[in-house]
T-cell receptor, first 114, second 111 residues
Framework: EPEVTQTPSHQVTQMGQEVILRCVPI?????FYWYRQILGQKVEFLVS????????KSEIFDDQFSVERPDGSNFTLKIRSTKLEDSAMYFC????????????FGPGTRLTVL | GEDVEQSLFLSVREGDSSVINCTYT??????LYWYKQEPGAGLQLLTY?????DMKQDQRLTVLLNKKDKHLSLRIADTQTGDSAIYFC???????????FGTGTQLKVEL
């Protein structure tokens, strides 16, 4: 069964460093998403991406964040200068097309900022 | 608003039915979802319901939607220890179907 994969499973970084979180969505899916979950809190929407551009973003997704689909398979989230409060589990998700209602999530990357 | 609320904990005995409740404030949702999260794992889609439906059944799972009260529930029949997890309701909005999640309900199944 096709699935969304994410690497690494755990990333530890120093405050102020740049991190890139990687995702491989399900093949042939067209919509891609990033969400985050701070420990013990809700899962929060960050950004959605379609047709090589951001279609919607939340207030959390400020200038420190960017997304990219550098090739036909990867979808990345970059945080330019990490802060302590960026520590969270980051989930990637993908959806087939406009008529598809199911969003499939990856296992997540746990980001720890020291 | 975008609030989606759930009770935090639910404890049931193995074999009993579990009912997890969710309320939301924004009526513009198109689809409503239930996800399951086991410890250290990602979010597994369990089921979803279109906002113009009242009920959907899928094996042991029954979803009920009361649009007037903006109340969604997930009933798990014959609950098993493997059902112990955190259950999130979520609503999807817009063409991009951005998901807004609830606070999550931790279900504990006791023998």
């Amino acid at each position: 069964e096709p699935e969304v994969t994410q690497t690494p499973s755990h990333q530890v970084t120093q405050m102020g460093q740049e991190v890139i979180l990687r995702c491989v969505p399900i093949s042939n899916h067209l919509y891609f998403y990033w969400y985050r979950q701070i420990l013990g809190q809700k899962v929060e929407f960050l950004v959605s991406f379609y047709n090589n551009e951001i279609s919607e973003k939340s207030e959390i997704f400020d200038d420190q964040f960017s997304v990219e689909r550098p090739d036909g398979s990867n979808f990345t989230l970059k945080i330019r200068s990490t802060k302590l409060e960026d520590s969270a589990m980051y989930f990637c998700a993908s959806r087939g097309g406009l008529a598809d209602n199911e969003q499939f999530f990856g296992p997540g990357t746990r980001l720890t900022v020291l | 608003g975008e609030d989606v609320e759930q009770s935090l904990f639910l404890s049931v005995r193995e074999g009993d039915s579990s009912v997890i409740n969710c309320t939301y404030t924004d009526s513009s949702s198109t689809y409503l979802y239930w996800y399951k999260q086991e410890p250290g794992a990602g979010l597994q889609l369990l089921t979803y319901i279109f906002s113009n439906m009242d009920m959907k059944q899928d094996q042991r799972l029954t979803v009920l939607l009361n649009k007037k009260d903006k109340h969604l529930s997930l009933r798990i029949a014959d609950t098993q220890t493997g059902d112990s997890a955190i259950y999130f309701c979520a609503r999807g909005t817009g063409g991009g179907n951005k998901l807004t999640f609830g606070t999550g309900t931790q279900l504990k199944v006791e023998l």
